[in-house]
């Protein structure tokens, strides 16, 4: 079972950009959705957990590369605790631009 530390690591897992990785080059919005994946199926409790998420993603990845990605998903997770990372600032303007989509938007909605 993944534990909240483990929570926190897959969601910052989806910001990181698709060429980290290491030797076997990027990943791809794909892998990273199996890597997570992964992660809640193989805890750290597990005995080669690092051969049995590889095999998990159909061995697109080696053992090592997915060792690797996942001690660049700690970093990052401890980059983003500790402040290090800033939050991205957004110009009201880009929200007034969108407000007149809205109205499009709206008819494809299914409405209960």
Same mark, same amino acid.
């Given at each position: 079972?993944?534990?909240?530390? &483990?929570? !926190?690591?897959?969601?910052? %897992? %989806?910001?990181l950009p698709s060429?980290?990785?290491?030797?076997g080059g990027g990943?791809?919005?794909?892998?990273? !959705?199996?890597?997570?994946?992964?992660?809640? *199926? +193989? @805890? !750290?409790?597990?005995?080669?957990?690092?051969?049995? #998420?590889? /095999? +998990? %993603?159909?061995?697109?990845?080696?053992?090592?590369? *997915?060792?690797?990605?996942? @001690?660049? $998903? *700690?970093? @990052?997770?401890? /980059? #983003?605790?500790?402040?290090? *990372?800033?939050?991205?600032?957004?110009?009201?303007?880009?929200?007034?631009? /969108?407000?007149? @989509?809205? &109205?499009? /938007?709206?008819?494809? $909605?299914? +409405?209960?």
């Amino acid at each position: 079972m993944a534990s909240a530390a &483990g929570s !926190k690591q897959q969601q910052a %897992m %989806m910001s990181l950009p698709s060429s980290r990785g290491g030797g076997g080059g990027g990943w791809t919005q794909r892998q990273n !959705k199996q890597f997570e994946c992964a992660l809640a *199926v +193989y @805890d !750290k409790e597990t005995p080669d957990r690092w051969h049995n #998420i590889a /095999r +998990y %993603m159909g061995g697109a990845k080696s053992a090592d590369e *997915v060792r690797r990605h996942f @001690d660049h $998903l *700690v970093e @990052d997770v401890a /980059r #983003i605790e500790s402040g290090r *990372v800033p939050f991205p600032r957004y110009s009201s303007s880009s929200s007034s631009s /969108r407000g007149a @989509d809205d &109205g499009n /938007r709206s008819r494809y $909605l299914k +409405y209960q």
